[in-house]
């Protein structure tokens, strides 16, 4: 669709400009030539208001505007458009010639699997890194969110030709860690008889803990309490660690999310990088001491506010691994890093961004997106608070799971992944468990894969009448002549700019509902009109090819969101 629309944004401009010459319109420059979507089939295939924005410098009626730019068109000289029709004030509506329709579907027949890729993004290394959720508990609906958009960016990325990676950043370091080590190690003497004892401040209440720490002192007894607290706090805390990102990796591999790459925090801060960091800043004059602490001149780039980087006691705060992690994509070789974070972090964002300004890299390197807020809401309609140091939010499995009991396991990471991705990124999401499980056989994802299924059937029914497909280049696809037909054709060719766009945009939601417009136009189609039809062949041999086309975009677009494509239903 956006080679034919320069095509045609190529014959107005000329005869546009003919008709600047010609005298007949007394404008100077040709303009910039729009083009909108008709509304109906009945409306054309495209349509621009290029001349009611012409109306004011050529002092002249949209309508007469229109009238001339189209005498200036010669449509025989125009293979792919068979006519022009001026409407309403003066919107020039185009409608496109059979050739282009047919040009269409055997593109979708010819690539297969590869309709909808592009070559925009090759030689170009991109990496995503997403959820990257603190090792301290089980991942939240709010990291479910996440996982299902960044996968599908990384998947939308590697469909337009770059090479993009799935990154996984694992914060095993610094006070939140410990604090689970705290946590662990009052559960795990709770667990031995101790009483009297409670999780300290900033620790972690969830149940999840306590039987974890039950675990521990079922199969180790009071082994470890010959350990200094200090001794158990850090054996603890290694030991909660590896347990919590274990489950975390089981949790991401059941919602298909399988990253290329996890990267810890305490191996950046092991292997010197921090230091080498305050090194560079000093060197740059970007520091200086004050109040014992050590500072960042982060006012020098615009902020209303230095920071600290080494804190009086002499640990560095969290900004300096994350500036040594940034400069370790860049020596990886990352031509644009991406992070997604979530909502807690739009404060960070800026100060991120002027540190990675501060080693010196190109403004649009490093790309910060927000995945907004996931809220959780009862069957009152009211908002839970969620946080996982008090233990009150609603696992990702847990999600799962409840819809499982509804829909079965593979559907239900159908449902959890579309439900997350059909809502922009910096839109709230409000989460209505409850609703989404009684209403789960209703969830738009089955109305778009009820549309593949059906795909499916109608070439199992073929088979069944000995019905073959045909070479699309041995079929005359002239004979498509419904305006349901050509609705379909004009949908499946937006495809491949809809992908496009997703991704360059980071737009992962505009997928779902490209989809979710497809199955709404195929659905009407497949009960108003017969298929196998063994008294007209040769329309029926048509009618296959562009089930096929429907098919196969149906299925592209599922595999980019991470979710099936079934046969049946």
Same mark, same amino acid.
């Given at each position: 669709m956006d080679e034919i629309k320069l095509e045609i944004y190529d014959i107005l401009k000329g005869a546009i400009r003919a008709a600047i010459e010609s005298g007949e319109?007394?404008?100077?420059? $040709?303009?910039?030539?729009?083009?909108?979507?008709?509304?109906?089939? &009945?409306?054309? /295939?495209?349509?621009?208001?290029? =001349? *009611? @924005?012409?109306?004011?410098?050529?002092?002249?009626?949209?309508?007469?505007?229109?009238?001339?730019?189209?005498?200036?068109?010669?449509?025989?000289?125009?293979?792919?458009?068979?006519?022009?029709?001026?409407?309403?004030?003066?919107?020039?509506?185009?409608?496109?010639?059979?050739?282009?329709?047919?040009?269409?579907?055997?593109?979708?027949?010819?690539?297969?699997?590869?309709?909808?890729?592009?070559?925009?993004?090759?030689?170009?290394?991109?990496?995503?890194?997403?959820?990257?959720?603190?090792?301290?508990?089980?991942?939240?609906?709010?990291?479910?969110?996440?996982?299902?958009?960044?996968?599908?960016?990384?998947?939308?990325?590697?469909?337009?030709?770059?090479?993009?990676?799935?990154?996984?950043? $694992?914060?095993?370091?610094?006070?939140?860690?410990?604090?689970?080590? &705290?946590?662990? /190690?009052?559960?795990?003497?709770? =667990? *031995? @008889?101790?009483?009297?004892?409670?999780?300290?401040?900033?620790?972690?209440?969830?149940?999840?803990?306590?039987?974890?720490?039950?675990?521990?002192?079922?199969?180790?007894?009071?082994?470890?309490?010959?350990?200094?607290?200090?001794?158990?706090?850090?054996?603890?805390?290694?030991?909660?660690?590896?347990?919590?990102?274990?489950?975390?990796?089981?949790?991401?591999?059941?919602?298909?999310?399988?990253?290329?790459?996890?990267?810890?925090?305490?191996?950046?801060?092991?292997?010197?990088?921090?230091?080498?960091?305050?090194?560079?800043?000093?060197?740059?004059?970007?520091?200086?001491?004050?109040?014992?602490?050590?500072?960042?001149?982060?006012?020098?780039?615009?902020?209303?506010?230095?920071?600290?980087?080494?804190?009086?006691?002499?640990?560095?705060?969290?900004?300096?691994?994350?500036?040594?992690?940034?400069?370790?994509k860049f020596d990886r070789g990352f031509d644009k890093v991406i992070d997604l974070l979530g909502p807690d972090h739009q404060g960070h964002v800026t100060r991120l961004k002027n540190f990675v300004k501060a080693l010196g890299l190109a403004d649009d390197w490093l790309e910060v997106d927000i995945i907004q807020q996931v809220n959780l809401v009862d069957s009152d309609g009211n908002r839970r608070d969620m946080s996982k140091r008090q233990g009150q939010f609603l696992t990702l499995d847990s999600l799962i799971d409840e819809l499982a009991d509804a829909v079965g396991e593979r559907f239900a990471v159908d449902v959890a992944r579309y439900f997350f991705l059909m809502r922009a990124n910096n839109s709230h999401l409000d989460f209505n468990l409850e609703l989404a499980v009684t209403q789960a056989n209703e969830n738009p994802v089955f109305y778009i894969q009820y549309a593949h299924a059906r795909c499916c059937s109608i070439f199992q029914q073929g088979k069944e009448q000995q019905i073959e497909l045909k070479p699309s280049t041995e079929v005359s696809l002239a004979l498509l002549t419904e305006a349901h037909e050509h609705e379909l054709i004009r949908k499946l060719a937006e495809f491949p700019a809809i992908v496009l766009s997703s991704a360059e945009e980071r737009e992962a939601h505009r997928i779902p509902h490209y989809l979710h417009e497809l199955a709404g136009i195929f659905h009407p189609y497949y009960n108003q009109h017969r298929v196998l039809d063994a008294s007209n062949m040769e329309r029926t041999y048509a009618r296959l090819i562009l089930i096929q086309s429907v098919q196969t975009v149906l299925a592209n677009g599922l595999r980019l969101l991470g979710i099936s494509a079934p046969e049946s239903m």
């Open positions: 319109l007394p404008i100077s420059d $040709v303009p910039e030539i729009p083009f909108s979507p008709t509304k109906t089939p &009945e409306h054309g /295939d495209i349509a621009t208001p290029v =001349a *009611l @924005g012409l109306a004011k410098s050529a002092k002249m009626a949209p309508r007469a505007i229109a009238e001339i730019i189209v005498k200036h068109v010669d449509c025989d000289k125009c293979p792919h458009i068979r006519d022009l029709e001026i409407a309403g004030p003066g919107f020039i509506n185009v409608y496109l010639s059979n050739e282009w329709l047919d040009d269409t579907l055997k593109t979708i027949v010819d690539a297969q699997d590869a309709y909808g890729s592009g070559e925009i993004g090759i030689g170009k290394r991109v990496q995503i890194e997403f959820v990257s959720a603190n090792p301290t508990g089980p991942l939240n609906i709010v990291s479910g969110r996440a996982a299902a958009v960044g996968d599908t960016l990384v998947n939308l990325l590697n469909a337009v030709g770059y090479e993009a990676i799935r990154e996984y950043y $694992v914060n095993d370091a610094g006070g939140q860690v410990e604090r689970l080590g &705290e946590s662990i /190690d009052v559960r795990y003497r709770q =667990a *031995l @008889g101790e009483k009297n004892l409670e999780i300290p401040e900033g620790g972690y209440q969830g149940e999840y803990l306590q039987e974890f720490a039950q675990t521990i002192a079922a199969e180790e007894g009071d082994a470890y309490l010959k350990l200094s607290q200090e001794e158990r706090v850090e054996l603890f805390r290694d030991k909660g660690v590896e347990h919590l990102l274990g489950q975390q990796k089981v949790s991401l591999e059941r919602f298909r999310v399988n990253f290329d790459v996890w990267t810890s925090e305490k191996a950046i801060r092991d292997s010197g990088k921090p230091d080498e960091i305050i090194e560079m800043f000093r060197e740059k004059d970007y520091l200086y001491e004050a109040e014992g602490a050590t500072w960042f001149r982060m006012t020098d780039f615009g902020d209303d506010k230095d920071c600290v980087v080494i804190r009086t006691n002499g640990e560095y705060t969290y900004f300096v691994p994350d500036a040594a992690y940034h400069h370790d």
